[in-house]
């Protein structure tokens, strides 16, 4: 039972630390807004029933978005599109990219990072050359190409995301490692007998990975609009996914409005702007709630 | 050798170890000859960088990267016998640190993790080398349980823990542990954890530390200073290892903790049995609590011999010029003439030489070699052969 008390205290502790940066509230109360609206998607915007639910409905065949309506709350983009369902269904679309995305690599920085920062010598040296491989092409270009390579589609965005974005963790984890390697006590538990996969696992981890966990948190908002990019070129998802980035693919051609009247179709990029927008945002205010929140040492004070 | 003179509990031998640095190669510790005896208190004094250190952690082979140990052996008395440690592999020497030797760091802040608490810590000692022990005993309650125990769905999933718990008891790190962190698997895991609370308070109280099971809940930041170093001794003596290696354990706390430190030191070797190497160089705590003292001097032992025979008749002259520095009052600040020797190019000979006022020919071209001049003392210096 004291255990289930400790627990309780330290979560009192994290929710009253979390209060003291406003900032991070607001961040926490976006993500978790985004949350409900994932969660909710099927009430808000009920799919047809028979149809797959992040295809979104379409009114219509004219390539010319229609302003909102009684059919389509915030109105239609290219194809006759509904903006509202897209939007709505775009937030899972968006979680899943991030999440997913962001799990594996932060796992996988985790995992080679603490290799070739615990063990040095020439597995270091091998994997920091080829991050430095990595570094040496630009980033969306390298995802461009893989997705190019493994064929256009959400899934493979985000697998190209995965191969793009690890090494920059297995740096981070690395140097981090590096750190606390040489700290006194990593030496007192060899001292007192612990296995390299101990000192590593129990006591270099807890006190390295923080770093890692915060920028990942950060990144899930970068991770989306580069898969947004990604879907602007026309290498995401399939035409008429709910996916933020095709919806403003898809308003591209209508960004300059009609003559004499430029904001003609400003609903087609401003509202999933919105919503990229804003994600991004809150999950950047809630990285550094959790920097806050998580680092041991900076936890206390 | 097959056996230790009596009495002895670790021999080190003729012992080599360089560092391979950019600059060139540090001739860190130069055929270097120690023995602890059982129960004693030995004092290694010597200045910064003459290898105290290096010496103290060679013994649990974790010199650190670009050093290694070149040449030597180390004799341990364990358990099934006498072992030389420079012929085992790193797996045995797991078993050996913390068990057999243990060390006490400087800075007893920078020993703990910060993440744990103390009690964790204390504990992961016990953890690692009492695994079976603990099984065992976690073992004997749960078929207590057992006998009592009339859910039928209950009793099988004691059973099955008694099945896994005897397995890990033949062999406590075998992968079958993961089993019992399973959420309905606990119970062996459960009491096990008691089991070492229990024994790291008692721990804890024996270190004199006040409120034992609240400080078993803390952090390192929330102790003092003297407190801290008081559980890293603790995590140094969980398993009553038989050496007890403390690298001036006391050279950061101020003088009123020092002495509860040295108290406390003096009382556990009596009350552990074990045998203490004491690092330091402040002569005046060598006269406080060691038995018997040796003298460094760049990676040579000088002199070796009882703590009274040093104060009393110091024979090598740099022993005798260490002496004459302890300040005291009414009297003129001392020191040794010179700096401490480059160790990459160790002066030729005897390494004190160019320091020594008593330094002959034959100083700058034969080393010395460790004599005993009298009955357990020993010193290496051409004026005594």
């Not at chain 2, 031998?13 to 023995?35: H, P, S």
């Not at chain 2, 010179?338 to 034959?362: D, K, Q, V």
Request: aromatic share 8%; with cysteine; glycine share 8%.
């Amino acid at each position: 039972m004291s255990s289930i008390k400790l627990f309780m205290d330290e979560l009192v502790f994290t929710f009253k630390k979390m209060r003291g940066s406003p900032l991070s509230i607001v961040g926490s109360v976006i993500v978790v807004f985004y949350v409900c609206l994932a969660i909710a998607a099927p009430i808000l915007a009920p799919p047809q029933p028979g149809r797959d639910p992040y295809i979104m409905p379409s009114y219509g065949i004219s390539p010319i978005p229609k302003p909102p309506s009684n059919e389509a709350i915030w109105g239609t983009t290219e194809g006759q599109y509904d903006l509202y369902y897209g939007c709505i269904w775009g937030v899972r679309t968006a979680f899943r990219t991030g999440l997913i995305t962001t799990a594996a690599v932060v796992m996988l920085g985790i995992i080679v990072g603490s290799i070739a920062g615990y063990f040095g010598g020439k597995v270091d040296e091998i994997i920091m050359r080829i991050t430095d491989i990595f570094y040496a092409i630009p980033t969306l270009v390298l995802a461009m190409a893989i997705v190019v390579l493994f064929g256009v589609g959400l899934d493979n965005v985000i697998k190209a995301l995965i191969i793009v974005g690890w090494p920059t963790y297995a740096r981070l984890m690395r140097a981090e490692i590096l750190r606390v390697k040489n700290e006194d006590y990593v030496e007192a538990a060899r001292a007192i007998g612990c296995s390299n996969f101990r000192i590593l696992v129990k006591h270099i981890l807890p006190n390295a990975i923080y770093p890692v966990l915060v920028m990942g948190s950060m990144n899930i908002g970068n991770i989306v609009l580069a898969a947004s990019a990604l879907s602007f070129l026309g290498l995401g998802s399939p035409a008429g996914y709910a996916d933020w980035g095709s919806l403003i693919s898809l308003s591209r051609n209508w960004i300059l409005g009609l003559p004499g009247n430029p904001l003609a179709f400003w609903h087609t990029y401003t509202i999933p702007g919105l919503f990229i927008f804003t994600f991004v945002l809150g999950w950047n205010l809630l990285g550094d709630a959790f920097r806050d929140m998580l680092d041991p040492l900076i936890r206390r004070r | 050798m097959t056996n230790l003179e009596e009495g002895k509990v670790l021999e080190i031998n003729n012992l080599v170890v360089r560092f391979y640095t950019y600059a060139g190669v540090v001739k860190a510790i130069d055929n270097v000859f120690l023995y602890l005896k059982d129960g004693e208190i030995l004092g290694v004094v010597g200045e910064t960088g003459c290898g105290k250190t290096v010496t103290a952690l060679s013994s649990l082979r974790l010199i650190p990267n670009p050093g290694r140990i070149e040449g030597g052996d180390i004799f341990l008395k364990t358990d099934d016998g006498l072992v030389n440690l420079m012929e085992k592999n790193e797996k045995y020497m797991e078993k050996v640190r913390g068990r057999y030797i243990s060390i006490v760091f400087q800075e007893p802040g920078a020993a703990l993790n910060p993440i744990y608490k103390i009690g964790e810590q204390v504990g992961e000692a016990l953890l690692i080398h009492r695994k079976a022990h603990y099984y065992s005993e976690a073992l004997r309650r749960v078929e207590e349980k057992l006998k009592v125990e009339r859910n039928p769905f209950k009793r099988f999933i004691l059973k099955l823990e008694v099945k896994i718990c005897e397995k890990l008891i033949e062999d406590p790190n075998s992968s079958f542990s993961i089993l019992l962190s399973l959420p309905l698997l606990n119970e062996v895991n459960k009491l096990m954890e008691t089991l070492i609370k229990d024994d790291v308070i008692y721990l804890l109280k024996i270190m004199g530390l006040p409120d034992p099971e609240r400080t078993y809940n803390r952090y390192p930041h929330e102790l003092s200073g003297g407190m801290k170093q008081r559980a890293v001794i603790a995590m140094a003596l969980a398993c009553n290892p038989k050496i007890l290696i403390a690298d001036e354990p006391t050279t950061n706390l101020d003088v009123t903790i020092e002495a509860q430190i040295l108290h406390l030191i003096r009382e556990l070797r009596d009350k552990f049995n074990s045998s203490i190497l004491y690092i330091t160089h402040d002569l005046g705590i060598v006269a406080e609590i060691c038995d018997r003292v040796a003298v460094m001097y760049a990676g040579n032992i000088c002199e070796m011999a009882g703590v009274k025979d040093i104060f009393r008749e110091p024979i090598h002259p740099y022993t005798k010029a260490l002496i004459e520095c302890i300040p005291r009052p009414g009297k003129q600040f001392k020191s040794i003439p010179g700096t401490i020797p480059n160790l990459i190019n160790p002066p030729s000979g005897c390494r004190f030489h160019p320091r020594c006022p008593e330094a002959m020919e034959i100083c700058s071209k034969e080393a010395p070699k460790l004599r005993e001049v009298k009955e357990g003392h020993l010193v290496a210096c051409h004026l005594y052969r």
